[in-house]
């Protein structure tokens, strides 16, 4: 049987209290269990034992070089399942001086924003398969800029994302 999803995701940090407080605060997730240097949190309404793992390794490690000087993962996204919630993430995200970017990639709506160790991550809401049709496909040739009330208006503020569909090619 092939992959899955991802289960969870586990990253570095100067500070493990801090860090923990940004995800609590940006995103939600709570704290399922910790260790000295180390917690593993969980977003609401997963049902993974965590979703996402913090190592402390101290106040004197250097910004990561992915993509600048090596190789190394961009970012990891997250999905929320409606655009309301997505707009609240970015306010949410804007407020904390996290947000540095948001892009319609026309099947995916997604925000970009940096944690305290100024790694990356995205939350994105996935267009329902039941809503992807021509027009929608053909937006996936370009990247434009995310027009949140556009699409809430187009697709429903309320309307559950298409999470873990099949796009069509």
């Known amino acids: 049987m092939p992959v899955q999803r991802l ?4 990253l570095y940090v100067r500070d493990v209290e801090r860090s923990v407080a940004f995800y609590r605060e940006a995103l939600g997730f709570e704290v399922v269990m910790s260790l000295p240097g180390a917690a593993f ?36 996204a997250w999905e ?26 026309s099947t995916t709506k997604a925000l970009y924003a940096r944690d305290p160790d100024g790694l990356e991550f995205e939350v994105s809401w996935l267009v ?4 992807i049709d021509e027009q929608v496909l053909a937006g996936r040739t370009s990247i434009r800029p995310l027009d949140l009330a556009a699409d809430k208006q187009r697709f429903g503020g309320r309307t559950r994302g298409g999470v873990g569909v099949s796009i069509p090619a």
């Open 80 to 105: 929320v399942d409606t655009l309301d919630e997505l707009e609240r993430v970015a306010a949410r995200l804007r407020e904390m001086g996290s947000l540095v970017g948001a892009s319609d990639h």
């Open 7 to 10: 289960n969870h995701a586990v």
């Open 128 to 131: 329902p398969a039941a809503l």
């Open 41 to 76: 949190l969980q977003a609401a309404g997963s049902s993974n034992d965590h979703d996402l793992g913090l190592f402390e390794i101290g106040a004197g490690a250097g910004p990561s070089p992915a993509g600048r000087t090596s190789v190394g993962l961009y970012h990891l």
